[in-house]
């Protein structure tokens, strides 16, 4: 299981790209980071998750006065 923003899911075994695609994220908008580090948005095809992993999806808000 992999822990993504607090909840597990069954995500070991993919890559970041392929579980952010198959739940509608919008790339441009989240910031990812797995097991503390920032992942660079250029290598979302190439890192996989695995079992243990920790990840937060951050989004951007706009706003402002």
């Known amino acids: 299981m ?3 923003n607090g ?3 069954e995500a070991a075994g993919m890559t970041i790209s392929e579980y ?4 509608d994220y919008n790339v441009l908008q ?3 980071e797995r ?3 920032i992942v660079p948005k250029a290598t979302y095809d190439e890192v996989m998750l695995a ?3 920790v990840v937060e999806i951050v989004h951007f808000v706009g706003g402002g006065a």
């Open 35 to 37: 097991n503390e580090e």
């Open 51 to 53: 079992d243990g992993d």
């Open 2 to 4: 992999v822990m993504i």
């Open 30 to 32: 989240i910031v990812v």
């Open 20 to 23: 952010l695609l198959k739940n």
């Open 7 to 9: 909840e597990e899911k």
